[in-house]
């Protein structure tokens, strides 16, 4: 059971990682928290938490219905296969800097607008499910068929951490010093997750 609940800290973890490297939720939820404050922030992160938890909880209840296939093995190796492309596109050939975009105002936009935004720009987005069978399957395929409670805790564990890390960044950008270090060593941080993701990859076939 203890080796369960470390690969949900694991994944928990891996999650909030994967926030600091930009993406469609990544760049809404940052460009509006360094333009608007934390409340707006939050509150797209919210929204893009809300559909999270619906794509994480289909995939939880799918997921035990692809592992009784007699092809689900193929699934494994798909959602690999996406993860090392993933971390293939992520991985920085060079230095980038985060385009001063972020740091421009935009018109405020009330807080409702800013979840429905957030929740649509989430759920809208395919290459999340994706995601998060990459990351979820294997676990779901090893832990899942032993504790009738680890789906529902990985769903659980996955959208608080997100939501949790979508309060917390929008809350340090608002710091200066936070978001200057985060606007110069981008290249660094999107290092770090795509050699993450490559791991995980790898650990998601190996048996």
């Known amino acids: 059971m203890m080796e369960a609940i470390l690969s949900l800290v694991v994944l928990g973890a891996l999650l909030l990682v994967s926030q600091l490297s930009p993406g469609p939720d990544v760049f809404f939820v940052f460009r509006t928290a360094l333009a608007q404050g934390f409340r707006a922030g939050t509150a797209v992160g919210v929204g893009i938490a809300t559909g999270f938890l619906i794509q994480a909880s289909l995939v939880a209840c799918m997921g035990g219905w692809l592992m009784r296939q007699p092809w689900s093995c193929w699934g494994l190796y798909a959602a690999s296969g996406w993860l090392l492309y993933l971390a293939w596109k992520i991985f920085p050939l060079k230095r980038v800097v985060v385009q001063q975009e972020l740091m421009e ?3 405020r936009v009330s807080l409702p607008v800013l979840f429905g935004q957030g929740f649509l720009c989430n759920i ?12 979820s399957i294997g676990p779901l395929e090893r832990f899942g068929t032993l504790y009738a409670w680890y789906a529902p805790f990985l769903v659980l564990v996955l959208t608080g951490a997100g939501l949790l890390g979508w309060v917390l960044w929008s809350a340090m950008l608002q710091w200066r010093p936070v978001r ?12 770090l997750f795509a050699v993450l993701l490559a791991v995980f990859a790898v650990l998601l076939v190996v048996r």
């Open 105 to 107: 105002t935009t018109e």
């Open 124 to 135: 809208l987005n395919p290459k999340c499910t994706l995601f998060i069978c990459g990351l």
């Open 180 to 191: 200057y270090f985060y606007m110069r060593h981008t290249t660094g941080i999107d290092a």
